[in-house]
C-alpha cells in the first residue's frame, strides 16, 4: 500500500476518527499499524492558515482508525512547531486581528 496514492484503500472505508491518536479497539499508536494511508487530496486548514490531513491506519488487530495531522503526538527527535494557539489579539472564529480598535477610551 502507498501511503500517498491519489485513491483511498478499501480498508479505509471503515475507518472511525479516533479522539486520541490510537487505535480506539486496542490502544497501540500509529507506529504498529500493517498499512498507512494519508488523504492529501482535501487538506483542511485551521485558524492561522495552516494544513493538516486525514491520516488513516489500519491497525494489527484489525481496526482501521483515523486521525487528523495536528493531533499527532510530537516527534521527540524533531524541535516543536510553533503553537497552534490563537494569539490573544486575534478573533479565535475568523483568525483575524482586530482592525476597528479598541473601543476603550
Request: hydrophobic share 30%.
Amino acid at each position: 500500500m502507498e501511503a500517498f496514492s491519489s485513491i483511498p484503500p478499501k480498508w479505509s472505508d471503515a475507518a472511525t476518527h479516533a479522539l486520541t491518536f490510537c487505535c480506539p479497539r486496542c490502544g497501540e499508536p500509529a507506529a504498529v499499524a500493517t498499512d498507512v494511508w494519508i488523504n492529501r487530496r482535501a487538506p483542511v486548514y485551521t485558524h492561522n492558515h495552516k494544513r493538516k490531513w486525514q491520516e488513516f491506519y489500519n491497525c494489527e488487530c484489525g481496526t482501521a482508525w483515523w486521525g487528523w495531522s495536528s493531533d499527532r503526538p510530537p516527534n521527540p527527535w524533531q524541535e516543536n512547531d510553533l503553537s497552534e494557539d490563537v494569539p490573544p489579539s486575534l478573533d479565535p472564529l475568523t483568525g483575524l486581528g482586530d482592525t476597528w480598535g479598541s473601543f476603550e477610551p
